[in-house]
């Protein structure tokens, strides 16, 4: 029996599965946190969980992760030079070193301008021990990309460091949009490397050898080689991961899913099996790019969300900005469970503090580059040795609680912030005994005194406030998903007809209510507290499948590889015939349908090649689109024909 592992490295946990390849039927799972600073540590306690044996037979590892999403953000990976071919930067780019030289096409991939191989030359001297890698990215280079392989020619003549080229990564139109694609991707080539060495030393000190896999952003497989040439198309992997996932445990092809976390709730709507995907492309950290993803809403709603009271305006805040939670970490440290019931909330000025904020130390930091203050450097000596509570912290550093400074080191990753979640509220309320619960009572309590409440009655405030904005989430989502602007987030508390869906007042003249005629699937840790509570003030059909708190980690491993190949053939508007434009090649025909005929054969043959590179065997389909206008009194004018060679199928190894 041949079996599969999946892992999963999300914002909270690292999830793991070992899967049955034949029945997909799921053998093991184990959860672990995520280990932000080194995601190879939580993927070592995840698969030492899973307590892998050699008898295993084990045929293949998926990884999904957002590694490459949060490098994005962060702003992180290697120095990127840039070679614009036939325009300037549109917007602001990704990278500062750059350099614009003549040359590009127009939109018949017909050159509007020799390209100038003196400038290129000039630019790449300009870049040498300045960059890691090279983008280049050519106008019009979808419809005509020898300009772009020129240049890659002699970037790796001259400099013989990594190379990715505009055209390899996209076929959509927008030279900006695919500028940045190009300069992410190669901004990310260090970092999904480095990660992808780093798990692969993992599987052999596990003794598995298994080839590696990683989930793309449309929920597809890539080989490792793949991933690590184009690292951009994992941006949006583990949302994709769960689409799969949870679409596999649930057996349902029409379906919402909703996938809480520790950090967000990601939500998609699936069709026939498929989920919808963002053809414009993923936006990632204020950067859109040109990966085709799955579309999928996220909002900061999660089981780590902090929580948070207004004393003036007896609000409570929940979201979105994550914590660890207070129950989680006095569990390895009860003291903290002392300092939390000292402390002397009415006698003290905490805001825009909480009193429940406590803080743990994750890592040093170079204090020179960072010009860390005598009074940061104070809390650091005391968090490091244990964690603490603001009041204690406070007391120690002789000042008061509002003013502790310990937003820049935490910003800087360097203190871990723990205070009131959702997660706590559950194990305050009893529904959860999985850490401790003292603590997140003796927190619980000292928020309910803020807003002159009991523990009990602030536990019903604080999961109203948590379920009504998952509705509003779920809400949000599906408007977005028929294609509409209008938002409600923002408006939630003044819209009366959203009110009347979330406050079930028997005075009421009328009442509204949101049906969802599809399933609404839940997947992720918390959502079995969570979901049953959403379905009792909405209409849906709620489905909790087996294995539901690991369904991303099931995603990766029973992935698909799709492989697609577009083909655009248009009229000659300067001569006659037709322009035929693969991905990697322009051509041109006298004859319509010897174009045709070529294009599809040759784009079959480049995935069928590429399949057999990969070791996959490969269902091959060809769509194929004529665009034709009405002209008044003439025949209909042909505009062009759009060719997509799409093979899906799944690694050879299933079938042996």
């Not at 614009?84 to 939109?107: F, M, Q, S, W």
């Not at 106008?139 to 080229?165: A, D, Q, T, W």
């Not at 009074?375 to 120690?396: F, M, N």
């Not at 070529?598 to 069928?608: D, E, L």
Request: overall charge neutral; aromatic content about 6%.
């Amino acid at each position: 029996m041949l079996k599969a592992v999946g892992i999963d490295t999300g914002g909270t946990y690292t999830d793991g599965v070992l899967i049955n390849i034949e029945t997909q039927e799921v053998l093991k799972k184990a959860k672990a946190r995520t280990t932000k600073e080194n995601l190879t540590i939580g993927i070592q306690e995840c698969l030492d969980k899973l307590n892998l044996q050699a008898s295993d037979n084990i045929a293949m590892v998926a990884l999904s992760t957002t590694l490459a999403t949060n490098a994005i953000v962060e702003e992180k990976g290697g120095d990127v030079g840039a070679v614009l071919i036939g325009h300037e930067p549109i917007k602001r780019l990704p990278t500062t070193n750059y350099c614009v030289v003549a040359g590009g096409h127009d939109l018949n991939g017909i050159s509007q301008q020799e390209l100038d191989e003196e400038e290129v030359i000039k630019g790449l001297q300009n870049f040498k021990n300045k960059v890691d890698s090279i983008a280049i990215s050519g106008y019009f280079s979808i419809r005509n990309p020898i300009h772009e392989i020129r240049v890659k020619e002699m970037v790796k003549e001259l400099l013989g460091i990594p190379v990715v080229c505009a055209h390899e990564l996209t076929t959509a139109l927008g030279f900006q949009e695919r500028t940045t694609t190009a300069i992410l991707n190669a901004r990310l080539l260090p970092i999904i490397e480095e990660l992808i060495k780093s798990v692969k030393g993992v599987l052999k000190k596990n003794k598995i050898g298994a080839p590696l896999m990683i989930v793309k952003s449309d929920g597809s497989l890539a080989v490792e080689k793949i991933a690590m040439e184009r690292p951009i198309e994992t941006i949006l992997s583990g949302p994709a991961a769960s689409i799969i996932g949870s679409s596999q445990l649930a057996k349902r092809k029409n379906a919402i899913i909703l996938d809480m976390g520790g950090t967000t709730t990601d939500i998609a709507v699936i069709k026939n099996g498929e989920p919808k995907l963002n053809m414009e492309g993923a936006s990632v950290g204020g950067w859109l790019t040109r990966v085709k993803a799955a579309e999928i809403y996220t909002y900061g709603i999660g089981g780590d969300s902090l929580i948070q009271v207004m004393p003036k305006q007896k609000e409570v805040l929940i979201g979105p900005k994550r914590v660890y939670p207070i129950c989680y970490i006095a569990q390895k440290h009860p003291h903290l469970i002392k300092e939390l019931k000292q402390c002397k909330a009415m006698y003290h000025n905490f805001f825009p503090n909480q009193a429940t904020d406590c803080f743990l130390f994750l890592k040093d930091l170079n204090s020179n580059k960072n010009n860390i203050t005598d009074i940061e450097q104070q809390l650091l000596t005391l968090v490091k040795k244990e964690p603490h509570s603001i009041y204690y912290l406070a007391r120690e550093l002789a000042m008061e609680p509002s003013n502790l400074p310990y937003r820049r080191l935490a910003d800087l990753g360097v203190i871990g912030h723990i205070s009131v979640t959702p997660t706590d509220i559950l194990h305050a309320a009893g529904e959860l005994d999985v850490w401790n619960k003292e603590a997140a009572s003796a927190a619980v309590n000292l928020l309910a005194k803020q807003i002159n409440v009991n523990e009990e009655r602030f536990i019903e405030i604080a999961t109203e406030g948590i379920v009504n904005k998952l509705i509003i989430s779920l809400l949000q989502a599906l408007i977005y998903s028929e294609g509409k602007d209008n938002r409600i987030i923002d408006i939630a508390n003044s819209d009366i007809f959203v009110n009347k869906i979330l406050k079930k007042d028997k005075t009421n003249i009328f009442k509204c209510c949101l049906e969802i005629p599809d399933s609404l699937v839940a997947i992720g840790a918390p959502v079995n507290s969570w979901l049953p509570k959403v379905s009792g003030k909405i209409k849906a059909n709620l489905v909790i499948p087996s294995h539901f708190e690991v369904a991303n980690a099931v995603g990766a491993a029973v992935g698909k590889i799709i492989e697609k190949v577009e083909v655009l053939i248009r009229p000659n508007r300067n001569e006659r015939g037709f322009s035929l434009h693969f991905p990697w090649e322009y051509l041109s025909f006298i004859d319509y349908e010897e174009a045709v005929e070529h294009g599809i054969k040759y784009a079959t043959k480049y995935i069928n090649e590429k399949s057999n590179r990969i070791g996959c065997e490969l269902h091959i389909s060809v769509d194929r689109y004529d665009s034709y206008t009405k002209v008044i009194k003439e025949d209909d004018l042909f505009l062009e024909t759009r060719i997509t060679i799409t093979g899906v199928g799944s690694p050879i190894w299933r079938n042996s």
